[in-house]
T-cell receptor, first 111, second 114 residues
């Protein structure tokens, strides 16, 4: 089946690292995504990883993919108050031409 | 390059009416997908259009329909609006079929049905 699960809430202090976790079910996924949504806004594509990669780094963002366990994580280094938002994990369903999203993780950054 | 644009940004309609939302993808992108976001159901896939053809459809009633034009712009229509149709409707643009390429979202259209 198609299902993506995420923890609902994460609170960190400014300057700390944040790690948001996600599990997915479709082994044929081509891409796995992390999107950020701020209040009243659309989805901002933060980063994505192709399913044949283990890790991708992009400035403060590090994505780790464990295909065996179908586990994806997003690490944000030196978390800032501007990082406070909802973060969505999504997998692309290869033969369905669509994304399946998790429920979103609310990241709260305390100064 | 300009991003994905959606119009209108906000809309208030009455139950029973119909509504048309518009999406212009990133220049050169040929795929447009639509998603509905609600607090209760989260983000759910509505449909994808590629080269003016619907390639996939989510689990929504026939009141929800869409189309894509030759310039890749897309519209979605909801007829006989219900209160439960109140949601943020998001459009995503992709260079090719959505399952094989990264997708970029627009700011959304906030639809309120009263």
């Amino acid at each position: 089946g198609e299902d993506v699960e995420q923890s609902l809430f994460l609170s960190v202090r400014e300057g700390d690292s944040s790690v948001i976790n996600c599990t997915y079910t479709d082994s044929s996924s081509t891409y796995l995504y992390w999107y950020k949504q701020e209040p009243g806004a659309g989805l901002q594509l933060l980063t994505y990883i192709f399913s044949n990669m283990d890790m991708k780094q992009d400035q403060r963002l590090t994505v780790l993919l464990n295909k065996k366990d179908k586990h994806l994580s997003l690490r944000i280094a030196d978390t800032q108050t501007g990082d406070s938002a909802i973060y969505f994990c999504a997998e692309s369903i290869k033969y369905g031409n669509k994304l399946v999203f998790g429920a979103g993780t609310i990241l709260r950054v305390k100064s | 390059k300009a991003g994905v644009t959606q119009t209108p940004r906000y809309l208030i309609k009455t139950r029973g009416q119909q509504v048309t939302l518009s999406c212009s993808p990133i220049s050169g992108h040929r795929s447009v997908s639509w998603y509905q976001q609600t607090p209760g159901q989260g983000l759910q896939f509505l449909f994808e259009y590629f080269s003016e053809t619907q390639r996939n459809k989510g689990n929504f009633p026939g009141r929800f329909s869409g189309r894509q034009f030759s310039n890749s712009r897309s519209e979605m229509n909801v007829s006989t609006l219900e209160l439960g149709d109140s949601a943020l409707y998001l459009c995503a643009s992709s260079p090719g079929l959505a399952g094989f390429y990264e997708q970029y979202f627009g700011p959304g259209t906030r639809l309120t049905v009263t």
